[in-house]
């Protein structure tokens, strides 16, 4: 329990925060649709659009690739078990 009071307090906190700063957030000057980047013409657009389409395969590429390692290394923890187990060195007792 002692341990989840400095979580509890740091959470409370935070959405205190946020609550007291989002309400000076929306009352900020609308900007002419320009955003933050400037203006969305075709080419910022068809860009961001492109780097979408990019960006999902890359994603899961990495991440098929990090499983695909993880399952290679426990393939082989489980071998090298079943090796030892197999082993006459520890099959025996006392």
């Known amino acids: 329990m002692k341990r989840l009071r400095p979580i509890t307090v740091a959470c409370v906190t935070s959405c205190l925060l946020l609550l007291v700063l989002v309400p000076a957030a929306l009352a900020d000057e609308p900007a ?41 290394r426990r393939t082989a923890r489980k071998a090298a078990r079943k090796r030892r187990m197999a082993s006459a060195h520890w099959t025996g007792g006392w």
Do not use: C, M
């Open 32 to 72: 002419g649709g320009t955003g933050t980047y400037g203006s969305a013409d075709d080419k910022v657009v068809t860009n961001a659009g492109f780097i979408v389409i990019a960006f999902f395969p890359t994603l899961i590429l990495v991440l098929s690739l990090i499983q695909w390692r993880l399952d290679k």
